[in-house]
């Protein structure tokens, strides 16, 4: 049985940071593509940042670029998302899904999905 957990959400001041980690079982990591997805209250759920399998491709959506990072431990089953810079529109849950070996922007190349973390970034 796959499982991913998130974990290292929580309040935070506007320019401050937070790194999140999602901890994968049932599953050898280094097989998949590893994403990071969020949904703030009332919008669609959005693409944030995807990796590839061996951590040699990385993506971004263009309101994180440059602040955030994503970055993966394979031995650890292990994939990270380092805030830095937060603002107020960071605020969301925050959800990681492993799927698509290369890293894809698309939810539909994502088999399975965690059950998120909120992070709550005040002005």
């Known amino acids: 049985q796959v499982q991913l957990v998130e974990s290292g959400g929580g309040l935070v001041q506007a320019a401050g940071s937070l790194r999140l980690s999602c901890a994968a079982s049932g599953l050898t990591l280094s097989n998949y593509g590893m994403a990071w997805f969020r949904q703030a209250p009332g919008k669609e759920r959005e693409f944030v940042a995807a990796?590839?399998?061996?951590?040699?491709?990385?993506a971004y959506a263009d309101s994180v670029k440059g602040r955030f990072t994503i970055s993966r431990v394979n031995v650890k089953n292990t994939v990270y998302l380092q805030m830095n810079s937060l603002k107020p529109e960071d605020t969301a849950v925050y959800y990681c899904?492993?799927?698509?070996?290369?890293?894809?922007?698309?939810?539909?190349?994502?088999?399975?999905w965690g059950q998120g973390t909120q992070v709550t970034v005040s002005s």
């Open positions: 899904a492993v799927g698509d070996r290369e890293g894809s922007r698309s939810r539909a190349f994502y088999a399975y």
């Open positions: 990796i590839s399998w061996s951590g040699g491709y990385t």
